[in-house]
């Protein structure tokens, strides 16, 4: 069927063993109902032994579709069925068709809007990651043949659906729209492009909360013109980050992820360390060296590197709104969905002045490296980034100011 996907995704395919973090280790392997009924039910099969020790019911399961089963993880959260090739060998006694949903379809991203099928891919994957971050030119949207018959559908939105006519999924579309348009607007700089569209949600905001979501077409139509005459370029002249809250920020809510059974990327675990070991910071408590060397390695080595390479960044933030259905990404709330936005690239750069003051030099290889690994912890963390959210709402610090200064 004809289907929408970015650019990349007509050229993505597994390279199998030779990847370097194999999607077999790392995080729980779930099996749809059919697969785990199929593997229960294989007396014929040379693997049934294996599907009878290593198979079990889910207890957790939150859908029957997806994890109503799951494999008992070796040592190093390895599936059982890799071998020591790195290899399934499921897929080599059965073929790919006897591979769980999930299996077969990961890391391909299906979404439904309007009726459309969507196809992205996540960035935990590292083909994935080096093909969206190597890329120079803005990600394209294009229409493909494909078959999603074996995909699980990741999300959907009818925005003629009467259930969401006082809610601002109704606009999606529009949302999304100028949402992509923004940072992929290479008139400024990557994270002016992020500030403005911080300047945006802040605008919408009053039209949800007072009922107005009508006005939210001229809204947005009337935004693009301030920004085309050059109204906003004052405002943003005024935005400057603040390095104290940022390295206070980034060691108080990083605590979490250094021991987590939940975080996949052992990668990452080993990465965040190393940043946190860089800039001296060993709690939760920083001071004012911590705050000089976080600044000193922001400004000369992180910043630096992405303004030369400012479409790393957008690459990865445009493949995540075209994936989770930005800007309805966190708990279905435009602008939650922007304070997380500002909340990963806020933890990504922190990340990187820490390895930057740890004697880490940032190239091209290196930063896709850690991204890749930094998304395999925060995407498929379950409760890392909603807890992240409730926390900011909480203590008041998901306000428009606060988050300016994070960036």
């Not at 949600?201 to 939210?216: C, F, I, R, S, V």
């Not at 979490?256 to 965040?272: A, K």
Request: proline residues 3%; glycine residues 4%.
């Amino acid at each position: 069927m004809k289907i929408k996907c970015l650019e990349y995704m007509k050229n993505f395919k597994c390279i199998g063993g030779a990847c370097t973090d194999n999607c077999c280790v790392g995080w729980d392997v779930d099996l749809d109902i059919d697969t785990y009924s199929k593997y229960k039910n294989s007396p014929d099969s040379p693997l049934n032994k294996r599907f009878e020790s290593d198979v079990i019911k889910n207890e957790n399961s939150f859908e029957e579709k997806v994890d109503y089963g799951q494999m008992i993880l070796k040592y190093g959260k390895k599936c059982p069925f890799l071998n020591d090739e790195m290899m399934c060998d499921i897929q080599i006694c059965h073929g790919e068709d006897y591979l769980s949903k999930v299996c077969n379809g990961y890391p391909r991203i299906l979404n439904m809007v309007d009726k459309r099928a969507e196809l992205s891919a996540t960035i935990s994957c590292p083909e994935v990651a080096r093909m969206i971050l190597t890329d120079k030119n803005s990600l394209n949207e294009i229409e493909i043949d494909y078959d999603i018959s074996r995909l699980i559908l990741r999300n959907q939105v009818n925005t003629e659906d009467e259930n969401l006519k006082n809610h601002p999924a109704r606009y999606f579309n529009e949302l999304r729209e100028i949402a992509l348009e923004l940072i992929k607007n290479r008139e400024y700089s990557f994270t002016d492009r992020v500030r403005l569209l911080g300047f945006l949600h802040n605008e919408l905001l009053p039209l949800h909360a007072g009922g107005k979501l009508h006005d939210l077409p001229d809204a947005i139509s009337s935004f693009r013109s301030k920004l085309s005459r050059g109204h906003l370029d004052g405002r943003l002249r005024k935005m400057k980050p603040d390095y104290n809250i940022q390295v206070k920020y980034f060691a108080e809510n990083t605590v979490v992820l250094d021991n987590d059974s939940m975080t996949d990327s052992q990668s990452f675990g080993r990465l965040l360390k190393l940043a946190k070991k860089g800039l001296g910071i060993q709690d939760d408590t920083v001071s004012r060296k911590h705050k000089r060397i976080y600044a000193e390695n922001m400004v000369e080595k992180v910043d630096t590197f992405f303004n030369e390479n400012m479409h790393i960044l957008e690459n990865y933030i445009v493949n995540f709104m075209y994936s989770e259905m930005y800007p309805f990404s966190e708990e279905g709330d435009p602008y939650a969905g922007y304070t997380m936005l500002v909340i990963r690239i806020f933890l990504l750069k922190a990340v990187f002045a820490g390895l930057c003051a740890s004697g880490k030099n940032l190239d091209i290889d290196y930063v896709i490296f850690v991204i890749q690994s930094f998304s395999k912890t925060l995407e498929h963390h379950k409760t890392y980034t909603s807890e992240f959210l409730y926390y900011m709402m909480e203590a008041e610090e998901d306000d428009l100011q606060f988050l300016m200064r994070l960036i």
